[in-house]
């Protein structure tokens, strides 16, 4: 009796190490087995979607510097003399940074004694160095639009600022070039402090004329300003 029970316990244990073959899935006519979904591969393609998105925003986004390429910058620089030479002396010019500086700076500006001249041939090799068409948006009454970051403050209001094409670049951006920014003077119509943070534009009479610190040029383009206004689709 007992060979007989541990016979049939042997008998019991090898059919439970046999591989039991996977039950068979019923599918039903015309439909296709369905692969497994892996949360994984649901989050990195969302991930992935996000980063599309953000590229293409970003190249959405104005270049800063502006236009550095010197094909770019003289084709800018053609279409500049154009638009002035078909406007009249005393018409407001729109005008942007992009044409501001379109062009090359070469010479140093932080120590112009460094190279052997004194203050007049300096400002004489930047006057050669500054395109005809830039120069003849001097004491012309010009429109341009950038971001006011204040220099000077009086009861809510800066009487004296710096024009830039982006808030950014003074502060956590690229610094900009001297031809890159406006210095502007609108102590007989301060502008209120609420402007500091949204584009504005502003009219004036423009003057490229080079100034300096000692032997630094801290100015390069000023623009005494008429009015500081909202820009035309940013007005109610």
């Known amino acids: 009796m007992i060979r007989i029970l541990f016979l049939v316990l042997s008998i019991f244990c090898i059919g439970c190490l046999e591989e039991k073959p996977e039950p068979e899935i019923l ?19 969302e991930w992935k979607q996000m980063k599309e998105r953000e590229l293409a925003e970003m190249e959405s986004v104005p270049e800063w510097p502006l236009v550095t390429d010197p094909i770019k910058q003289a084709q800018i620089r053609l279409e500049l003399g154009a638009k002035i030479k078909s406007s009249k002396p005393d018409q407001i010019l729109p005008i942007s940074f992009k044409e501001l500086s379109a062009f090359q700076v070469e010479v140093d500006f932080v120590a112009q004694s460094s190279k052997g001249l004194n203050l007049s041939e300096f400002q004489a090799r930047l006057r050669q160095e500054i395109p005809e068409e830039i120069w003849a948006l001097n004491n012309r009454v010009v429109a341009i639009e950038g971001f006011i970051i204040p220099v000077d403050f009086a009861a809510q209001t800066t009487p004296e600022f710096i024009l830039v094409v982006d808030p950014m670049v003074c502060c956590f951006g690229q610094i900009p070039q001297i031809h890159e920014w406006l210095q502007v003077d609108s102590k007989t119509n301060p502008v209120h402090l609420a402007l500091v943070d949204i584009p504005v534009l502003v009219t004036g009479v423009l003057s490229i004329v080079p100034t300096w610190d000692g032997e630094i040029l801290t100015g390069l383009y000023h623009l005494k300003a008429n009015s500081t206004t909202l820009p035309e689709d940013l007005k109610d």
């Open 27 to 45: 599918v039903p006519e015309g439909q296709p087995l369905r692969k497994a979904v892996n949360p994984m591969d649901r989050i990195s393609e």
